[in-house]
């Protein structure tokens, strides 16, 4: 009848005359429609068969795991209107094959209205109800349903509690199924491993893997019997969270339990190596999966290399991919994004291409996202000629085009400078394409265009007229290419006009209620220096972070009528001295109008610092450091930068104010210092420390760039040696307000424990200072004979040692 086949004891108890019966509703039932169609039916063919339980029962395992199932609760009605008293198991085996099929509301629902007619009910009905809770996720339902066996004095057992569990993990909330444990602790349930693995995969689902850790000791208190699938979820909830030194801690424990470790747990643990960028501990994984006899498939792989992506280390990520090919592992899309965004931040963009080339190889579908990436490689190098072409790729190939697309490619152009021309086609063809030209885009469009100025100025306005007033950082990127074409008129004159603009959308800074003269600082702290209209400036000391001054200031007054404020600038932990805060938010006008003259390159600033090694010059003369600097970030509250040509354009001059030595040891290179006036022309991160320490002469108790010298220099200077002790820049009525913040006296009893030159070391270190002032401009130039020749001027000059080097620089220049 219809594919149905009835179970063996069903037949038996069944005569056959019955089972025709049975064989007959059944071909009727898939004709019927109606709820009077089937009463109807089963009156006819059932009318001599004595409804009694065990009827029932039989015609309800038949119809379970079945569509019929959704019927059921039909069925069972029209049953009850032939004369079926239901009792206790005709409604547990009712309710458990409705669960098999139907939806958790009505299963609910029929457990409903069978408690309404009287029929006294055990845990079975209502373990059954909450299992299709579990399947829907219904977990507050689910919860509903154990407290109403508790008030009806159900006996609850271990298995409706495991399935609430798991439906609270279904529906990711941690927190109510941990409370379920503790439930069953208060009733004396006895908890197994699977209501363990259930509150750990809930824990897993919502990356809490310190409470997953959590479940784990308990397990190992109450000896609670730990399964792979247990670390395995345990391992995921580390990945979700990006613990990826706990998640390698669980494997070390199933190694130690002889749990047998597959291919899923270390797919995990890789994918939390992923999430902490920690790509060696990546690459290190394929060594004890290799150990363990575990075979590496895509994902593992795709993993890896994503984690390689995420820290920019392309050649391992290129290497992995050559190890796929050799291992004959199958290689998609996913695993080639991974490895062309790897390319993309490491600025490798000839390999990203590359591997495009290898994907139309091995016709594998380049989609949007490849595409993007490759174009994001090329944005990091200036390389717009194969941005553009790779727009031309992406038509030909019938690939999405979206805004990131076309922002890669002008990005591009903008990096490489003087193709504004190709920048202006691409935003008409934007246009063309019905792609909404985004913020974004303006301000790196107008940015590009810095070699026309009036082009840049088109798109400002342009990007006015679409959008809000602009932001102060989009102004001051115009107001610095006006400034590079000496239009010093226009750019003030844009710098007010924008500001009138501001004002009139919020004006805060007429609204302070407070002077801040009022702030109170901890002694030896931050002081405020002076109060003007927009802003105001901080003596920061070196014990508190910028953001700390800037909430530490506004905590200070009550919270209805507290400043706002905003950190113009930022320092480093350890620099002292001069800090810019606005006074307004972040999209107020004061606020504006200070992020635009420091983007704009306004704002004179000027530190003193002081640099160990070989002194770079005579005091008093000066010199201007150029060299692309590239920020790289360690974790999310710790970055550093290096010389790179992908990196940005940054300047700084430096101008030599006196030389020093380390008493009682002149001999040594760290024994020689110089006392440096530096002012950053631009603004990157680091950009004084690195400047330096690419010359071969870092800042001193440099945690970052010191190298090898940091504990010796930290027993006599404790932290960096920086101060940022002049700042001038514009109030909103045009004022030109400059402040200094003397040297802080930590840095002032450094230089105490130096000494000064004496004058005859002063003109024979101005000397070889000056040599290897020009050495090391040679040397980052790459030139060996300009090296020779700087050495050859004072050749008489130098000591022993230099004569060694000269000879060696001059075998090598032959070479």
Known sequence: AQGFSYSSTVKTELSGWHYKMLDKVFGELDRSSGHADM???LSRHLGGLTLDPRTAVGLFKEMQGSYRSQELFRMLQCMQGLGLELDTFVASVAIGACGKCCEWAQVVHLLTEIAASCVEL???????????????????????LLGDMAARGVQSGVIPYNAAVRACAKGGDWVAALKLLDVMVASHVQMDAITYNSAVKACAICGVWIKALGLLDEMAAGRV?????????????????????????????????????????FNAAASACQKGAAWVAALKLFDDMAASHVQMDTITYSTVVSSCANSGVWVKALGLLGEM?????????????????????????????????DMVTSCIEINTCTYNAAANACDKVGAWVAAVQLLDDMVASHAMMDNFSYNSAVGACRRAGGAWVSVLALLDDMAARSLETEIITYNAASSACGQSWRHSLALFEERCAKFSAPEGIALGSLINTLRSANCWVLAFGLLRRELRRWEGLDKCYDLMPHSLSEVEFWEGGPTVLSQHSAFFFVNKSPDISSDDVVDHIRD?????????????????????GVLVVALGHRESASANYVQAQFAGRLVAKTYHCLCSGMWLGAVGSTAVRSAPLRPVTIHDSYSRSYVSEVGLDAYTSFCLKAHYELEGRPEMQTGSFTFLEVRPLTGRTHQIRVHLASL???????????????????????????????????????????????????????????RNSRSDKVRHGNSLANSVWRLSRFYYSGSFRGICRS????????????HKLYRLLCRLDRE
């Open 39 to 41: 009463q109807a039916s």
């Open 122 to 144: 055990d845990v079975f009905p209502f373990s059954a109800a909450i299992r299709a809770c579990e399947h829907g996720g219904a977990w507050v339902t689910a919860l509903s």
């Open 225 to 265: 019997e730990m399964s792979a699938i247990t670390f395995n979820t345990a391992v995921t909830s580390c990945a979700i969270g990006g613990a990826w030194v706990k998640a390698l801690g669980i494997l070390g424990d199933m190694v130690t339990s002889s749990i047998e470790l597959d291919v899923i747990t």
């Open 325 to 357: 090919t050799a291992g004959r592992i199958e290689k998609d899309t996913t695993i080639y994004s991974a490895a062309v965004n790897a390319c993309a931040k490491g600025g490798a963009w000839v390999q990203a291409l590359g591997l495009l080339g």
């Open 556 to 576: 200070q007054f009550p919270s209805v009528d507290g400043p706002q404020l905003t950190g113009a600038s930022r320092m480093d932990l350890p620099t002292s």
């Open 696 to 754: 071969g002469r870092p800042l001193v108790s440099d945690p970052a760039y010191a190298g090898f010298a940091l504990a010796e220099q930290r027993q006599w200077c404790s932290r960096l040696f920086l101060h940022s002790s002049r700042v001038a820049l514009r109030d909103v009525d045009g004022t030109f307000c400059r402040i200094e913040a003397p040297l802080a006296p930590d840095l002032l009893r450094a230089l105490q424990a130096l």
């Open 791 to 802: 050495l050859d001027r004072s050749i008489r000059k130098v000591p022993g040692w230099m």
